[in-house]
């Protein structure tokens, strides 16, 4: 499944992460992410986004994440509205 | 989940932050509200957000009541349709009517059985807003039996009725009768309007006491700091209970000597005030301040 436009959700408050999804023409699946954690948590972050992608059988897509020191379910929340907002 | 809902707490649906503070408030109850705390741009955001947080976060220490949107949205259905499956305890309706219920009735029945919930588990709190919803209050309580309670909302209400909302409540005054009056009738909660101004402590008391003294059983907060005191108003004094008890202590002695009638301190006990002191002394072992 392909993304069509670039979407966003999530804000950049803590507790949260803006995530922006664009289609991407290499047909990969590739990651951008800042995180406040990223020392503690960028690997554990990576893993959710990563995973939410593929849960939801995306191709193709670049995401750029902003994280303010969100938990999982936030992370896997802000990732499937951005994709369902880029169909 | 907790058992009695003398406070209600609205919590933005969209906040993650204060999702995941939300259990650790005080409430008895939360409210992660779909409905005027999101904007028309992130109501798909929030509903996502509030179905992972009720699969994620630890709530069993409270009530956890989603309010939906409108069913007459095209949010209102698809937020009953995502959020049910993740089995809330409650689901508040606002702008509730009698057709409303029975529809998100149906609903909730064909999703139970989707996901294996048990049947009639999902419960239903009415927001009477509206002139029409007020004045078929009762019809409204009797439209479901999942039906648990209502939330009175006075703000919308005074609008739709077209006149001001005061600190002194005048305006809502019989809204408050008619809903505690069909709320006690059908045994069901009877939850008051918030008082929006969260900085004036001794209005939240009096307007609270208020509420009280005319039958409701809890109050909303938006605050999380108004909580206290609306517990406080709520819970039955150490005269009140002390009373309540030795009430039910003479009609006990009265049985047992067979007589059909009693008296305490020389005025006779009739069956209201008995009642009355059952209901004190269940809200007092309920809140944990007399032992069972």
């Known amino acids: 499944m392909k993304i069509t436009k670039v979407a966003k959700a999530g804000t950049l408050e803590s507790n949260d992460i803006l995530i922006m999804v664009m289609p991407n023409e290499s047909g990969k699946v590739e990651l951008e992410l800042e995180s406040i954690v990223m020392r503690q948590f960028g690997d554990v972050i990576e893993q ?10 995306v191709e193709g897509i670049m995401i750029k994440a902003q ?6 379910y936030t992370i896997g929340a802000r990732v499937e509205t951005a994709i369902k907002r880029a169909f | 989940m907790g058992k009695s809902r003398r406070s209600m707490l609205f919590m933005p649906g969209n906040n993650p932050g204060m999702l995941q503070d939300a259990a650790i408030l005080g409430a008895d109850s939360i409210i992660l509200d779909l409905e005027d705390a999101v904007s028309l741009t992130e109501k798909d955001s929030a509903r996502i957000l509030v179905r992972d947080a009720i ?13 939906v949107n409108p069913l007459d949205t095209e949010f209102g259905p698809h937020d009953v349709d995502v959020i049910a499956r993740v089995k809330p305890d409650t689901l508040l309706i606002p702008k509730a009517n009698e057709e409303e219920i029975k529809l998100v009735d149906k609903m909730l029945d064909q999703i139970e059985i989707e996901e294996g919930h048990t049947p009639g588990s999902i419960k239903l709190i009415a927001l009477i807003e ?9 019809c409204v309580i009797q439209a479901s039996k999942r039906m648990v309670g209502v939330l009175l909302g006075g703000e919308d209400l005074t609008s739709d009725l077209g006149i001001a909302r005061t600190k002194d409540g005048q305006e809502i005054f019989y809204a408050r009768n008619k809903v505690a009056t069909a709320c006690r009738a059908l045994k069901v909660d009877s939850i008051d309007t918030p008082f929006t101004d969260t900085n004036d402590f001794v209005g939240l008391a009096k307007d609270t006491a208020k509420a009280k003294s005319l039958g409701l059983t809890g109050k909303s907060a938006i605050n999380p700091r108004q909580i206290e005191i609306i517990h406080s108003v709520f819970a039955p004094t150490e005269e009140e209970l002390k009373h309540a008890l030795r009430v039910l202590y003479a009609m006990e ?3 047992k000597e067979g007589k059909g009638v009693c008296s305490l301190d020389g005025k006779m006990i009739d069956a209201p005030v008995i009642n009355r002191a059952k209901t004190t002394v269940e809200l007092g072992r309920s809140l944990g301040l007399i032992e069972r």
């Open chain 1, 48 to 57: 959710v986004i990563l995973h939410k992608v593929k849960e939801m059988g």
């Open chain 1, 67 to 72: 994280d303010k020191g969100a938990l999982d």
């Open chain 2, 55 to 67: 699969k994620t976060i630890d709530y069993s220490q409270v009530e956890v009541v989603v309010r």
């Open chain 2, 130 to 138: 509206t002139a029409l919803g007020l004045e078929n209050v009762y």
């Open chain 2, 253 to 255: 002695e009265a049985e």
